[in-house]
């Protein structure tokens, strides 16, 4: 009787080596070609207007790389509506700054970028804060298959001190991690309580949650998860709940909590080690941007090429982002009138401009009322 072969796992297609940075100086040497890139990204088949949907435009000379519409006469630049809205960045500052966050695999800080870019830390953070939330796709599919669930708690800095492991103040993190068998490179659910072997992480989902409640556990997972996925948790009391999932609840009891759960306690190490190595530990504030952008990297960790061009792909289509709307305040000067110390500064096609000055009108000099001319008088003779 012939022995029984085991299968071959299915081998994983090579990537292309990602850009090195003459490659990518090469590719984006000025800002015309990042133009081009940018204008092919936003409108694959050709122009087209926001506002009539013609498809007839012209370059214009006096606007930097804004076209006008023939039709309806409306003029839209290729960075209109994106996160590169109303930045009077050059072009190859948005592209160097999203192939340095794209390409390292831990990630630029902003005092990383602010060294790199050359520009002022206010300017670094707030590109950065833009590129991260360039990095959440709105129609991205919800895991499935077999899906590994637990909480984590990570400590967290207060102002500008180090992060204190004395002090109970921690962030509650869940994540979500999806396992894929080796062998046909996809989830192969088994029968409850039985062990996957020969499995491998795949598609993450983290996100920052006030408490273990069940609201908060099974929102997470209704928005996460696609229904009818099997979840394995740690048997929670908050778990129960989620009837639309096949529940495989393994109990932790004395072992560790890796041992049961392998792959989303490897996500929460990874993540942890990123937060404390590239930004030196975390804030309550904007957490779930980095959470973004750590899931954003660990899913795309083996097509790390195509970073970059999924970056500026998602802005492209991304809704423009203000300074206000990043840190969640009003503008104080929202309803006031502009009023300007100086010209205002455009860019155009070769280089930049002030604006004209208003022209006023020439004053009408006052009229002199002459008295009207009188031949002289002939002298009197004595």
Not at 72 to 82: P, V
Not at 296 to 323: C, D, K
Not at 350 to 376: A, H
């Amino acid at each position: 009787m012939a022995a029984l072969k085991k299968p071959r796992p299915t081998p994983r297609a090579r990537a292309p080596k990602p850009r090195s940075l003459l490659e990518f100086q090469k590719q984006f040497p000025d800002d015309a070609t990042c133009a081009e890139f940018l204008f092919e990204r936003r409108w694959p088949r050709g122009f087209i207007c926001p506002r009539c949907g013609d498809g007839r435009a012209s370059l214009l000379k006096s606007r930097a790389w804004t076209y006008q519409c023939q039709h309806c006469w409306r003029q839209t630049s290729i960075t209109a509506g994106t996160i590169m809205h109303r930045s009077k960045l050059p072009l190859r500052t948005w592209f160097w700054a999203a192939h340095l966050m794209a390409i390292h695999s831990n990630g630029m800080s902003a005092l990383q970028l602010r060294t790199q870019l050359k520009v002022r830390y206010p300017t670094a953070w707030l590109l950065a804060q833009k590129l991260r939330r360039a990095m959440v796709d709105p129609d991205r599919e919800k895991l499935r298959g077999v899906v590994e669930i637990d909480q984590t708690e990570v400590p967290f800095r207060t102002k500008d001190s180090d992060v204190d492991l004395t002090k109970p103040k921690k962030i509650l993190i869940i994540g979500a991690v999806e396992v894929i068998d080796i062998i046909t490179q996809k989830p192969r659910p088994l029968k409850i309580g039985a062990k996957y072997l020969n499995t491998r992480a795949g598609r993450v989902r983290l996100a920052a949650i006030p408490n273990n409640s069940a609201a908060a556990l099974q929102a997470f997972i209704r928005d996460n998860v696609e229904p009818g996925t099997t979840v394995i948790t740690d048997a929670h009391r908050s778990y129960p709940g989620i009837t639309a999932y096949p529940h495989d609840a393994r109990k932790v009891k004395g072992m560790a909590a890796h041992i049961v759960l392998p792959w989303i306690h490897r996500v929460f190490s990874l993540l942890k080690r990123w937060g404390l190595g590239t930004f030196h530990g975390l804030r309550p504030k904007h957490v779930d941007r980095y959470l973004n952008e750590f899931v954003f990297r660990f899913n795309r960790r083996f097509y790390r090429h195509v970073s970059f061009e999924m970056i500026l792909g998602l802005g492209a289509a991304h809704p423009p982002t203000t300074y206000w709307d990043i840190i969640d305040r009003q503008n104080p000067r929202h309803d006031k009138p502009i009023v300007r110390k100086q010209r205002r500064r455009r860019r155009t096609a070769f280089g930049w401009r002030y604006d004209l000055e208003k022209r006023q009108k020439p004053r009408k000099p006052k009229r002199v009322r002459r008295r009207p001319w009188r031949p002289p008088e002939e002298p009197i003779p004595f």
